[in-house]
């Protein structure tokens, strides 16, 4: 079955190239448009798609508050943010309101259809190093440790799931947490799955936020 694909974008010459882009690919098949978020929220009621292909500034409804919203739905799409400008705020806040990873507007067509099929497949399109610079970025925005609770679920976790989860929050892919560790790739993968099972998260870009937002990390990648 193809990729049920929503562009979301006030600029109708943008979503007609991604439209193009998209259209030519055997897998996937663009069922929706919006000019912005309040459209793609109303058209989603109505509507079944797999991934929501996300601006962030647009009238009426930003597409920050959007994700958020499409987010909070049962069994939401998974939304790939679109920002103009790399480590772009905005992106950050994406994230943060449940967004699987965002990308640049000007991004290689070849790495857009790339981030779809990721993102559709349940992984995440930010590299860690990547979401690592940007929580360093924005780490002001984020809630000091002294005032931000510990999640109470991080107590679930093994002592060798923390060790995975900090090191995933500092920016390590899985085959150099498997290094670090000494253990197989395939069972660096289990533990994040355990991890994003019992912290209820989407995928390790929410990990990394996390980490920050509790403590565990401190903005430059240490552990807290």
């Known amino acids: 079955m193809a990729i049920r694909v929503m562009l979301v974008d006030d600029q109708v010459l943008l979503r007609t190239g991604f439209r193009m882009v998209l259209a030519a690919q055997p897998d996937m098949e663009v069922v929706a448009e919006a000019g912005d978020g309040a459209e793609a929220i109303?058209?989603?009621?109505?509507?079944?798609?797999d991934v929501v292909l996300m601006d962030v500034r647009m009238p009426r409804l930003d597409g920050v508050e959007a994700t958020r919203r499409i987010c909070a739905q049962p069994n939401p799409p998974k939304v790939l943010i679109l920002t103009t400008f790399d480590l772009d705020e905005y992106a950050f806040s994406g994230l943060k309101a449940g967004a699987s990873g965002?990308?640049?507007?000007?991004?290689?067509?070849?790495?857009?259809?790339?981030?779809?099929?990721?993102?559709?497949?349940?992984?995440?399109?930010?590299?860690?190093?990547?979401?690592?610079?940007?929580?360093?970025?924005?780490s002001p925005m984020l809630p000091s440790s002294e005032k931000e609770?510990?999640?109470?679920?991080?107590?679930?976790?093994?002592?060798?799931?923390?060790?995975?989860?900090?090191?995933?929050?500092?920016?390590?892919?899985?085959?150099?947490?498997?290094?670090r560790l000494v253990l197989s790739e395939a069972t660096v993968k289990t533990h994040v799955g355990r991890i994003l099972t019992k912290l209820s998260l989407r995928?390790?870009?929410?990990?990394?936020?996390?980490?920050?937002?509790?403590?565990?990390?401190?903005?430059?990648?240490?552990?807290?």
């Not at 640049?104 to 259809?113: F, G, I, M, R, S």
Request: proline share 4%; aromatic share 4%.
């Open 149 to 179: 609770p510990k999640n109470k679920h991080i107590e679930k976790l093994t002592e060798r799931e923390r060790e995975v989860m900090l090191l995933v929050a500092q920016g390590l892919s899985n085959g150099e947490i498997a290094s």
């Open 42 to 49: 109303e058209i989603l009621r109505s509507t079944a798609v």
């Open 203 to 224: 995928d390790r870009v929410q990990v990394v936020v996390l980490a920050y937002e509790t403590g565990l990390v401190r903005a430059g990648g240490g552990a807290g």
């Open 102 to 138: 965002f990308m640049l507007k000007d991004v290689p067509p070849a790495e857009l259809l790339s981030a779809i099929r990721s993102v559709h497949s349940g992984d995440a399109v930010v590299a860690p190093s990547t979401t690592r610079r940007l929580l360093d970025r924005f």
